[in-house]
């Protein structure tokens, strides 16, 4: 079966970098666009970035743009999210997704086919 792994998340202070990583298996990895999205307590999970199958276009969230860079290697069936600058409000449980309609780079979550079970980032004041 389609498993998403994330792992990378952890505790920072301000300013820090983390670089989140999702392993994916039990599909094929380059035929799917992917995914991150954050979900923060009592919030709705929001779009962070995303990903075309060949890695060659991006799309980002206005909140991340300039700080947060998607990336693949569809060699290792993994993507990235590395994460610098963060921020007290970027403290959410992160979430990769796999997207099976290799059009147009999608921001709503209901038009992600698989899901990661998510990797917790906290950044500290």
């Known amino acids: 079966q389609v498993q998403l792994v994330e792992s990378g998340g952890g505790l920072v202070q301000a300013g820090g970098s983390l670089r989140l990583s999702c392993a994916a298996s039990?599909?094929?990895?380059?035929?799917?666009?992917m995914g991150w999205f954050q979900q923060a307590p009592g919030k709705e999970r929001e779009f962070v970035a995303a990903?075309?199958?060949?890695?060659?276009?991006?799309y980002y969230a206005d909140s991340v743009k300039g700080r947060f860079t998607i990336s693949r290697d569809n060699a290792k069936n993994t993507v990235y999210l590395q994460m610098n600058s963060l921020q007290p409000e970027d403290t959410a449980v992160y979430y990769c997704?796999?997207?099976?309609?290799?059009?147009?780079?999608?921001?709503?979550?209901?038009?992600?086919?698989?899901w990661g079970q998510g990797t917790q980032v906290t950044v500290s004041p």
């Open positions: 997704a796999a997207d099976r309609n290799l059009g147009r780079l999608q921001t709503m979550s209901f038009r992600y086919d698989y």
């Open positions: 039990g599909l094929t990895f380059s035929r799917y666009n």
């Open positions: 990903i075309t199958w060949s890695g060659g276009s991006t």
